[in-house]
């Protein structure tokens, strides 16, 4: 077969997500009401978020059906391409069969419409006219002012000061999509007037305009919040990602051998390499690996403990890697990846070692983007270029060990928005940021004391 992409047809389109619930190797740590320390119970969490959105996140069973208006929203673009990176092969001169999954090609550019219209969806069903939201970089924001859009939502976004200033024409998508933006930290919520009061001329992070976010729904009763990572029913969403990924290798007659994506919150590794797990624990030999800037090291330097969703301690209290609540990354390009925890589920299989991370600085990723625009044409989201810095070295070590493995990777979005950063890095002027230790133990002080815990 000399297929550049192997393409799926509508009807082929997932009618199921896969819930990896059920097959973890031990059960889930709950939720933890930070005040209280024990297990939160649906009725916590129905102030923010809608009860089919609750249910997914505790759910054991192993399939759930994709909704019909979900799934007829999903066909605008879905089922995405799988591609094989010839030219990228090429260039390389490995022996190595390199393959992305293309979510680039959703209207917002990126994987965040697959959940952003579900939870669109199950708000709309029950009867919320609003949700609230933060975004990083700006790609979450534009998937959920789109989904919006389709469902019939209200949108506001609360956007990382630094990235709204950076990335305006993301700004713009969502205003034509119909969201209302602000620069977080706003003088809008109590959470933000705080954190401008001690610290007022602060970039923003993801923590804090989180905070935002959850202190506009649970004040008001119409409005719900939207978070587009972390979360069990978000990585749950994403899943047909790797189900779509998983049918269009059997259609090339591959098996996979070492499965990349980049990790902020975990949702698009997540959703890519969640099907193949089972795979895994009954003994094929697949190695899974996420990847992270060391600029924001959560899987690779972080504390495996319970901690804050965000920066005002407003979330409940989940167990992952982190970096600490309080820990403000530096702003590099890839805003997407810079959040101080990590999906609860990604972190658990990290920590039982059948996920492996790994970290790269700025520079080395951003040539391997480089590489990919070259080779194979589409200009990568910087976040996404780590996964492919993670697919380049493994079909390096494969030309070293004449080893012709299959390599798939998560192409998660495009970078026709940060085109900024392409300068950057063409003049020289990116820097390869390092996570301070000092900066580390400080914020790693902050951790909560969780109570009975
Ligand atoms: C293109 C792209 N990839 C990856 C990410 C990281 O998020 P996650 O780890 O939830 O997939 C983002 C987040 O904004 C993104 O925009």
Request: hydrophobic share 20%; proline share 8%.
């Given at each position: 077969m000399d297929d550049y992409k192997i393409l799926l047809s509508e009807?082929?389109?997932?009618q199921e997500w896969y819930n990896i619930m059920p097959d973890l190797p031990r059960p889930f740590p709950p939720y933890l009401h930070?005040?209280?320390g024990q297990p939160l119970g649906p009725q916590d969490l129905a102030p923010i978020f809608p009860m089919g959105l609750i249910e997914q996140e505790v759910s054991q069973e192993r399939f759930i059906p994709i909704p019909d208006e979900v799934q007829r929203i999903y066909r605008l673009w879905r089922p995405t391409p799988l591609h094989r990176a010839r030219r990228l092969e090429e260039a390389l001169k490995t022996p190595a069969r390199i393959y992305y999954k293309n979510e680039s090609v959703s209207p917002p550019g990126s994987h965040k419409p697959n959940t952003a219209v579900a939870q669109a969806y199950y708000n709309k069903v029950e009867g919320v006219r609003r949700l609230a939201t933060e975004t990083g970089a700006g790609q979450w924001g534009c998937a959920l002012a789109f989904a919006c859009n389709l469902i019939g939502l209200e949108c506001t976004v609360y956007m990382v000061k630094v990235s709204y200033f950076q990335k305006p024409y993301r700004r713009s998508l969502m205003h034509i999509w119909g969201a209302e933006v602000f620069p977080s930290p706003?003088?809008?919520?109590n959470a933000g007037r705080g954190i401008l009061a001690s610290d007022p001329g602060t970039s923003g992070s993801l923590g804090m305009a989180i905070s935002e976010a959850v202190e506009d729904a649970a004040t008001h009763d119409d409005t719900k919040y939207s978070l587009g990572s972390v979360l069990n029913h978000v990585m749950l969403h994403q899943t047909v990602v790797g189900l779509e990924t998983k049918k269009q290798l059997a259609l090339a007659g591959e098996e996979p051998d070492i499965l990349i994506g980049c990790v902020g919150g975990g949702s698009n590794f997540a959703g890519f390499s969640f099907p193949f797990v089972p795979d895994k624990l009954k003994g094929k030999d697949i190695k899974i690996i996420g990847v992270e800037p060391t600029a924001c090291p959560t899987l690779t330097r972080g504390l495996y403990t319970y901690d804050f969703g965000d920066t005002a301690q407003l979330t409940p209290l989940i167990m992952m890697y982190t970096l600490g609540h309080s820990f403000v990354p530096p702003?590099?390009?890839?805003?997407?990846?810079?959040?101080?925890g990590d999906s609860p589920l990604v972190c658990m299989l990290v920590h039982e070692k059948i996920i492996e991370a790994r970290a790269y600085p700025q520079n080395p990723v951003f040539e391997a983007a480089h590489l990919f625009a070259k080779t194979e044409g589409i200009i990568p989201a910087p976040e996404t270029a780590h996964a492919i810095k993670g697919a380049v070295d493994e079909a390096v070590r494969c030309r070293e060990t004449n080893d012709p493995k299959c390599i798939v990777f998560n192409f998660?979005?495009?970078?026709h928005f940060d085109l900024s950063a392409y300068d950057a890095y063409l003049e020289g002027k990116l820097e390869d940021l390092e996570y301070p230790p000092e900066v580390l133990a400080r914020a790693l002080a902050a951790l909560p004391k969780v109570p009975g815990a």
């Open positions: 009807a082929e389109l997932p930070p005040g209280t706003t003088d809008k919520t702003g590099i390009h890839a805003g997407g990846l810079r959040y101080h998660s979005g495009h970078g």
